[in-house]
Structures are given as structure tokens and as C-alpha cells.
């Protein structure tokens, strides 16, 4: 019966709650896309709030970047929207190209973080550079979901080159970039290319430990040069879902135990946590719904119900 503690509200339920007391419109629209079949068209104006003359997009639709200015992780994750909703496409996607040649770095690609006038802090793990280097961190992603959607456009031309030269030469990583090369890969139109550079960045990633494939033991994993305490990465946030490349790093028992870690992260709020370093009051407040959205779509892509109880809490980072 509702109110009796043996039977608890379900993980999305909890979720649902969470969403609607904390979350900034988009995330809300997009839950309602997502989960309650709500319409796409909501969403698209919700992002499209974050949008720039310029083309790109601003106001820390990235939350680690704050003020107005055109970057390209806000660029990365309008796509990510985008995506979601099978829209990636048309005169904005025009717009956004001729926006991303005119900030490129001399090789192609994407810097991280261009530089802005003070007063729009950004992320202390995000440094500012007068000149900053492309970086396969926000190329590949961008590059990944165009190519995805089947997008051609003049920019992609060196910045696929640039993706690729940095994926298969990569000696060393780190977490996060093997994030963004299967990004790029997952998207990238040479298929057979992208598997065989697929295959040796998996390895690549088991030798050199970048992705805890133990949950239980997550703690005897290195953490990288610069993550927060706990900042590790499981095979869940590189393999979002079964049809990556990434999945085919991970047997199915490695797989079993990183989803069930991701579960059990749901906190007693009804969100997930956010393991990235807590540097500012508003980015961390609107991370967590974030990382809600993209938890569920993960569980949910793989099959995970998420109509059941709340799983036992286990996810401590």
C-alpha cells in the first residue's frame, strides 16, 4: 500500500521526485521525453535557451563552465541533446559547424576551454590557456555524434583526422579521454577502422587500468593525475550501451557488476552522486541531475528494470 515501507517507491519514482525538486528546466524536459512520454518539442526549446548568436551554446549548459560565452563543452553536450531526440540535424547544425571552424586550434580540433574574459569561472580541473591545444576530450564527441548523424560538413575533415591520429596513437590515457576516443569511434563512418582501433585501445585500457572492473575492489585501482577522491570510471561510463565498441572490452560477468554498482549508486534522495571535484555551489547542484538522466538511460539501455524497488545501497566511490 502506498506509505507502507514494505513496499518502497520504485528507482525511477525516486528518480522522478529528484528531477522535479532540483533539476534546471532541460533536465526536467528531457526526464519527461525520456521516461514519461513527453513531447521532444519541449526540450528543444528548453536547449535552445542556451544557444548563442554565434552559433554555439553558453550559460553553463555545461555546468562546469559558468557565464554566457560560446564553448566547446557546451557544444558537446547540445549534441548529446540532440541526439537524444533524433534532431541533430538542419540549419542549426549548419550554423554550429561554421561556429566550431572559426574556434578550432591551427591542427583541426577543439580546445576544451577557450579563453574568456574574467568573471566566467570555469572548473579548476579545466585550465585556460591564452593559446589552448585541440583536445581529443571535446573533439572526439562532437566529432562521433556528427559523423552519427550522418552530418557532412568541411570542419569534419581535419577534426576526423585529428580524432583519429589521437586514438591510434595513444600510448597513455586517462579515464576520461578513453571516454571521448570511444565517443569518436562509436560514431566514426570507418567502420572496420574504427573496430581494429577499437580493439587495441581496449587493451590498452585492461593493462594500464583505466576502468575499474571490480567494484568491490574499485579502491586498489590508481587514480589519475588531477581526479577528485573517487573519480574512477566503471565499465558503464565508457560502454553506455551494448551496441559500443567498448561493450566488447568487458565479459558479461564485468558488465553484470558495473551495472549493479550503477543501481545501487541511486542515494536515498532518489538521485545519483557526482564523483568530479565539488568546486562551485551551482555547478554541483545542477551536475547531479545530470548524471541522474544519463544513469537511468544507461540502466535502461541495457535492459535493467526500473520500475523495481530502490536497490540496496552500496555505491560509496
Do not use: K
Not at 571490480?214 to 589519475?224: C, I, M, N, S
Amino acid at each position: 500500500m502506498p506509505g507502507d515501507e514494505a513496499s518502497p517507491l520504485t528507482a525511477l519514482a525516486r528518480a522522478e521526485q529528484f528531477i522535479w525538486l532540483t533539476a534546471r528546466v532541460l533536465e526536467q524536459r528531457r526526464f519527461a521525453f525520456h521516461f514519461l512520454g513527453g513531447d521532444a518539442d519541449p526540450v528543444d526549446t528548453a536547449l535552445g535557451s542556451y544557444l548563442n548568436a554565434d552559433g554555439g551554446y553558453g550559460h553553463a549548459l555545461d555546468p562546469d563552465l559558468r557565464g554566457p560565452l560560446s564553448q566547446p563543452l557546451h557544444t558537446a553536450h547540445a549534441l548529446r541533446v540532440l541526439d537524444s531526440l533524433g534532431r541533430c540535424a538542419g540549419q542549426r547544425i549548419e550554423r554550429l559547424c561554421r561556429h566550431l571552424t572559426r574556434v578550432s586550434t591551427g591542427d583541426g580540433a577543439l580546445p576544451v576551454l577557450l579563453p574568456a574574459p574574467a568573471g566566467h569561472p570555469a572548473a579548476p580541473y579545466h585550465p585556460v590557456y591564452d593559446d589552448p591545444p585541440g583536445e581529443l576530450l571535446v573533439t572526439g564527441p562532437v566529432v562521433g555524434l556528427l559523423h552519427r548523424n550522418r552530418i557532412w560538413h568541411a570542419w569534419l575533415f581535419r577534426a576526423t583526422d585529428f580524432c583519429w591520429d589521437r586514438v591510434e596513437g595513444m600510448r597513455r590515457s586517462h579515464p576520461y579521454e578513453v571516454q571521448s576516443a570511444v565517443a569518436f569511434l562509436d560514431g566514426a563512418p570507418d567502420r572496420a577502422r574504427a573496430v581494429a582501433a577499437a580493439d587495441r585501445l581496449g587493451r590498452l585500457v585492461r593493462e594500464q587500468r583505466l576502468v575499474v572492473l571490480d567494484p568491490r575492489r574499485r579502491h586498489e585501482y590508481p587514480l589519475p593525475a588531477g581526479y577528485a577522491p573517487g573519480e574512477r570510471l566503471y565499465p558503464h561510463d565508457v560502454a553506455r550501451r551494448p551496441e559500443s565498441l567498448a561493450r566488447g572490452w568487458f565479459t558479461d560477468e564485468e558488465m553484470r557488476r558495473s551495472l549493479d554498482f550503477l543501481a545501487a549508486e541511486q542515494q536515498a534522495d532518489g538521485g545519483w552522486p557526482v564523483r568530479r571535484q565539488a568546486w562551485a555551489p551551482g555547478s554541483s547542484l545542477e551536475r547531479r541531475p545530470i548524471a541522474t538522466l544519463e544513469a537511468l538511460l544507461t540502466l535502461r539501455a541495457y535492459g535493467r528494470p526500473l520500475g523495481g524497488p530502490l536497490p540496496a545501497a552500496g555505491g560509496t566511490g
